[in-house]
């Protein structure tokens, strides 16, 4: 009994040294920018940097998801159970894949917007 509590708290602490370092980053900078509006040209090229970066991450998410629904297409094409699950995934697939599409173009003309701003003032 004490064996199986020791190791469950080695492998409680592990995960809690390792979580921290897969976290994003804190956004409370970039955020409280935001809130308090951006006035000057480094602050709007700050602006555009965030949201190029959150652009990027939207591409990254819509790669991810074009990728899972070509693997639930070949993988479950067939019904299960009187469910076709392929079809219901790929649906779900494109769903996602055209939000992370919009994110990104939103994020971009912002990104945009604001470096615009910088080079303006």
């Known amino acids: 009994m004490k064996k199986k509590l020791l190791v469950q708290l080695v492998l409680v602490s592990m995960v809690a040294a390792v979580g921290p370092a897969f976290s994003e980053p804190a956004e409370e900078p970039i955020v409280k920018l935001i809130t308090q509006m951006a006035d000057t040209p480094a602050d709007h090229k700050a602006?555009?940097?965030?949201?190029?970066?959150?652009?990027?991450?939207?591409?990254?998410?819509?790669?991810?998801?074009?990728?899972?629904?070509?693997t639930y297409g070949k993988r479950h094409a067939a019904a299960s159970k009187g469910v076709d699950y392929g079809a219901s995934m790929g649906r779900h697939c494109d769903s996602l894949i055209d939000s992370f599409q919009r994110a990104a173009k939103d994020y971009q003309a912002l990104a945009e917007l604001h470096m615009q701003q910088a080079m303006g003032h």
Do not use: G, V
Not at 48 to 69: D, I, N, V
């Open 47 to 70: 602006l555009s940097a965030y949201y190029t970066a959150k652009a990027e991450q939207a591409l990254e998410e819509l790669e991810l998801h074009r990728s899972m629904k070509k």
